[in-house]
């Protein structure tokens, strides 16, 4: 019988769980979940909305045998996306999932809904609550785990580290640290009550998906949730310090905070202030990364799995789908190992090598996004980064062959500023129409 401890209860360390219940060793495996949360219902906030995507999250969610349940809470109509500027400039408005090769669809789902569609899917006795891991510590050759409330556990044949960003498995096997990735804001909720008046207007630029703005290293974001209310972002790339002054002048009063707020969008159309004025339980909070290719050394009986292994800031939707795809190879890697009767370490070893393969293209993917989205000269150097990922989608190197030759960049680059351009013109011909030159007339009414 393998002894597998898998630390966190996360969306990646349930799949796990899950995976090893279906698969053919289902019988050869004892599973044991450790989370710090206190129980199954303690917490009270999972965040927004997540897209699963076709070659990882979705993979894993028809292997688990769950699709069933996933499609009662999927939103495919969540596609819609609007991609903005400050002027509300609409540089792209996709309506449904564009069935291009290597694009298809990403439904979306409720983070909330998604843990409870896993939760559901692992017997309640697998996982022991309130287990908060303080270490993993060497004893008598072999890894034990230590729990703030002083208990041990172990030994195990494989501890899988799936305590998300802060993991402690991660520190037994690197000393690199997530580190600021210079994107800090606010995020917070908005519903027909705090917006009122301005619903109509709110819901109609986000409709049933996602409105992303950004220019000149600053972002505005809406994403419909299943409820039909709207979960809103104002991230900018600060130095770290500004969410420390931003906490310090917030004190709870989510007023002063939208003032801040305000002062540092005075240049924003008057329609997207709206989403600031309307917005309710802010919170701030810093992004923070791993480096893009990070890897570990190996060491026996002992690995990581999603943000835990390859923590990223959340611009190209990767992280929980990248965790979910760790999930479901390693769980092929474990399976093979004990069907062929072959060494488990080795199986995880090689599993490891093809993990950082593929989770260094989701970091730099992820990474182009950030630097695009958050450039000073955004979103036109987000659009001619774009080009690329879009082209490698597809089979295509915009750095390589022939298509080195043509400016492709520049050309994607020139067409998204003339866009830009006209734009800029279009609102100011708006606002002198409307009237609105003074700084925060949405707020001033109120
Ligand atoms: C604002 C934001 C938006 C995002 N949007 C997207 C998106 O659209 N698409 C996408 O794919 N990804 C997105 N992500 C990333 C995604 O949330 C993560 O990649 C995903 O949650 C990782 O799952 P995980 O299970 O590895 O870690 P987590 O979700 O962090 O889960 C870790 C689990 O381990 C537990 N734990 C932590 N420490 C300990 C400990 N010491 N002992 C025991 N248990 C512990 C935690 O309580 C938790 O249950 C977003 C992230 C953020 C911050």
Redesign the pocket.
């Known amino acids: 019988m393998l002894n597998i401890a898998i ?8 799949t796990l769980a899950r995976l090893l219940l279906q698969s053919s060793t289902s019988t050869s495996v004892n599973i044991t979940i ?4 206190a129980s199954r219902t303690s ?1 009270t906030s999972f ?7 076709p070659e990882t ?1 979705l993979a894993a969610i028809k292997q688990m045998n769950v699709w069933d349940e996933f499609l009662k809470y999927a939103r495919f109509e969540g596609e819609e996306l609007r991609i903005c500027d400050l002027n509300g400039t609409v540089y792209v408005h996709q309506t449904e999932a564009p069935q291009l090769k290597g694009f298809q669809a990403r439904p979306e789902i409720d ?1 909330v809904r998604l843990m409870q569609v896993l939760l559901e899917s692992v017997p309640n006795e697998l996982i022991r609550w309130g ?4 270490e993993v510590v060497r004893e008598d050759d072999q890894w034990k785990l230590k ?2 409330d002083g208990s041990v556990a172990g030994p195990f044949d494989l501890i899988v580290g ?7 498995v991660r520190k037994a096997l690197t000393d690199v640290e997530p580190s600021y990735a210079g994107i800090c804001g606010v ?1 917070g909720s908005i519903d027909k009550e705090s917006a009122g008046d301005t619903w109509d207007l709110i819901s109609g630029m986000v409709g049933k998906g996602s409105n992303f703005c950004f220019s000149y290293g600053q972002s505005m974001m809406a994403q419909r949730l299943g409820d039909g209310n709207l979960k809103c ?1 104002f991230y900018a790339q600060r130095e770290r310090g500004w969410v420390d002054d931003l906490k310090a002048n917030h004190t709870g009063d989510d007023d002063a905070l939208k003032r801040i707020l305000l002062e540092n969008y005075q240049e924003w159309d008057n329609d997207f202030k709206q989403w600031i004025v309307a917005a309710k339980e802010l919170w701030s ?1 810093p ?1 923070f990364e791993l480096p893009v290719g990070q890897r570990f050394d190996h060491k026996g009986e002992i690995t990581l ?4 292994a390859h ?4 611009f190209a ?7 979910m795809r760790d999930a479901l190879d390693l769980v092929g890697a474990i399976e093979k190992s004990v069907t062929e009767k072959t060494d488990l370490d080795l199986a995880v070893q090689a599993w490891e090598e093809s993990m950082f393969e593929r989770s260094a293209v989701f970091m730099a993917d992820t990474m182009v996004n950030k630097l695009g989205m958050f450039a000073q000269d955004a979103p036109y150097s987000f659009f001619a980064a774009m080009i690329g990922v879009f082209a490698r989608a597809n089979g295509y190197d915009v750095k390589q062959g022939w298509m080195s030759w043509l400016p492709v960049t520049k050309t994607a680059y020139a067409f998204v500023w003339a866009i830009g351009t006209c734009g800029v013109v279009r609102r100011h011909v708006i606002d002198i129409f409307r009237g609105q030159q003074q700084r925060f007339p949405v707020w001033d009414k109120r």
């Open positions: 630390t966190g209860g996360g969306p990646v360390g349930l450790y989370e710090k949360d917490r965040g927004g909305t997540l897209d699963l995507h999250g983070r287990k908060a891991l303080k729990f703030d799936a305590d998300g960003a802060w993991s402690k995020a972002s909070a992004l799995i999603g943000d835990a923590l990223m800031t959340p939707g990767e992280g929980v789908n990248a965790g």
